[in-house]
């Protein structure tokens, strides 16, 4: 108690904060220093810079695409900390009966399938898949290779014949992988 970060997120933020996102008031105290201490200009928001200097995220192949879904409901290019916790929030991991409206299997495929539609009309475009592709596996794979993993993708998820990945062909793909799992990022500690 005392520090910088105490003082300024009160009680009432907390409670409200936890009720959305579900982390405890203990995380929340943690994120919310974690927080401050990336936000180097004390205006009490981020700018993607400041993103930048989360080490689990720069060395994230889709550190880019993540650093941009935390902008998406921002309208001035600054996020404060409850629209950082709200994005946080899809990548906490799933307790048994803990269950929270933003981080479950549906949120969390939502918003990965976000990270993939580079230009928002609901589908995954062959060049938007390939783009992705590349960013995860980098220059280890030739472009043709690439090219046809992502052909093949699209031929295969695509039930409805328009040569795009809707949001049904995403989740039906994903079916049975652990999309929980993976889209569980370790923020704390
Ligand atoms: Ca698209």
Redesign the pocket.
């Known amino acids: 108690m005392g520090n910088k970060s105490s003082l300024l997120l009160r009680e009432e933020e907390i409670a409200q904060i936890q009720e959305d996102t579900g982390f405890t008031p203990a995380q929340i105290e943690r994120l919310y220093s974690r927080f401050t201490s990336l936000d180097r200009s004390d205006c009490g928001t981020l700018s993607r810079e400041d993103f930048l200097r989360i080490p689990e995220l720069a060395i994230n192949p889709l550190c880019d695409r993540i650093v941009h879904s935390f902008f998406t409901d921002s309208n001035d290019d600054r996020v404060n900390f409850r629209q950082f916790m709200q994005v946080l929030a899809r990548f906490r991991t799933i307790k048994p009966g803990k269950d929270n409206k933003l981080n479950s299997r549906e949120e969390k495929l939502r918003f990965a399938f976000k990270m993939y ?3 928002d ?1 609901e ?3 062959k060049d ?1 898949l390939l783009n992705i592709l590349h960013m995860m596996v980098g220059a280890n794979i030739s472009q043709d290779q690439l090219l046809s993993i992502a052909e093949r993708t699209i031929l295969e998820a695509d039930q409805s014949g328009i040569g795009k990945i809707t949001f049904e062909d995403f989740c039906r793909v994903l079916e049975r992988s652990d999309i929980e799992k993976k889209m569980s990022i370790r923020f704390l500690n």
């Open positions: 539609d580079l230009d009309d589908t995954i475009s938007e």
